[in-house]
């Protein structure tokens, strides 16, 4: 139980290319969502929470208008890349949780190559 | 800053040996949680500790929880190749669902 599916894994695009990644829980309700990127042979680092039917909530220094997240329903939130320029290339991780005081699990990551 | 520190980053062992790496963080914490990663992938949750235990265990996974030193260890039994991976450990804190990850170690099994 408890699987975490990213979609898609992999993406290569042109600079200015918006880029959108979901993130599904599939046997069991999210009702907190979390998106991490992670630099190679780096730990991750934690970009926003966000709740289902509310706005996200993110970290100090991440741009809000450039990680566009969305938690439409307790199975699916979506981060979208918005006017992805080289520097955002990365490898971001989402992960789900059912409720407070329970694990993270986590999808396997979306590794984004812009060029 | 980081939260935890892991110790020691890199660690490489025959197969068969134990493996123990170490995790030492900052402030209180409510939850403390060990990952693995394996290279390209997303990360698994191995075994969940809380404050008030001191001792968890899970099939060949041990952990341990000093919340005086504030520190914890992830001891692997009889190592097997499958084992190479990053290790993370993760803290939450009551009342804040955000986890805080360790810098990892990275371990390598020889077979």
């Known amino acids: 139980g408890a699987v975490v599916s990213q979609h898609p894994s992999w993406v290569i695009c042109k600079s200015g290319t918006s880029v959108k990644i979901e993130c599904r829980s599939l046997d069991f309700q999210a009702t907190t969502m979390f998106w991490y990127r992670q630099f190679p042979k780096q730990s991750l680092m934690l970009m926003a929470t966000?709740?289902?039917?509310?706005?996200?909530?993110?970290e100090q220094g991440v741009e809000k208008d450039k990680f566009l997240i969305n938690h439409a329903s307790l199975t699916l939130s979506t981060l979208t890349v918005t006017s992805a320029h080289p520097e955002d290339s990365s490898f971001y991780i989402c992960?789900?949780?059912?409720?407070?005081?329970?694990?993270?699990?986590f999808g396997d990551g979306t590794r984004l190559s812009i060029l | 800053s980081q939260q935890g520190e892991e110790d020691p980053q890199a660690l490489s062992i025959q197969e068969g040996e134990n493996a123990t790496m170490n995790c030492s963080y900052k402030?209180?914490?409510?939850?403390l949680q060990w990952y693995r990663q394996n290279s390209g992938r997303g990360l698994v949750h191995l075994i969940l500790?809380?404050?008030?235990?001191r001792e968890k265990h899970s099939g060949r996974l041990r952990v341990t929880l000093d919340t005086s030193k504030k520190s914890s260890s992830l001891l692997i039994t009889a190592s097997r190749a499958a084992d190479t991976a990053s290790y993370f450990c993760a803290t939450d804190a009551f009342g804040n669902e955000k986890l805080t990850f360790g810098t990892g170690t990275r371990l390598t099994i020889i077979p």
């Open positions: 992960s789900a949780r059912s409720w407070a005081d329970q694990p993270q699990h």
């Open positions: 966000s709740n289902e039917g509310s706005k996200a909530t993110y």
């Open positions: 500790i809380r404050s008030n235990e």
């Open positions: 402030t209180s914490i409510n939850n």
